[in-house]
């Protein structure tokens, strides 16, 4: 499985960006896809996630602000990211789990200020 991101970029605070995910297989085989972010120096921690079945999950920092999606057609997922915060900015990882295993894309830099 291939993952590839797109959408990063320098976004004044109360901002927006899109992030996107395009997976190399059909999305409905995948069992959830999502994205984590790693700001220097901290772990890599999961900001939302989405199982092909609808279920979502966020962190409790997004919650409110961040919304996770799916669009079968494009076989990718989205994640819409509203009143960005300076303490949004990391590199942000999408992933997949399929047949057990995660697969990652490569990180898109999210920066978050004025």
């Known amino acids: 499985v291939q993952l590839q991101a797109s959408g990063g970029g320098l976004v004044q605070p109360g901002g927006s960006l899109r992030l996107s995910c395009v997976v190399s297989?059909?999305?409905?085989?995948?069992?959830?896809i999502g994205w984590y972010r790693q700001a220097p120096g901290t772990q890599r921690d999961l900001v939302a996630r989405?199982?092909?079945?609808?279920?979502?999950t966020y962190a409790d920092s997004v919650k409110g602000r961040f919304t996770i999606s799916i669009d079968d057609a494009k076989n990718a997922a989205y994640l819409q990211m509203n009143s960005l915060k300076p303490e949004d900015t990391a590199v942000y990882y999408c992933?997949?789990?399929?047949?057990?295993?995660?697969?990652w894309g490569q990180g898109t830099q999210v920066t978050v200020s004025s």
């Open positions: 992933y997949a789990l399929y047949l057990g295993d995660n697969f």
């Open positions: 297989q059909r999305i409905f085989s995948v069992t959830r």
């Open positions: 989405i199982s092909t079945g609808g279920t979502t």
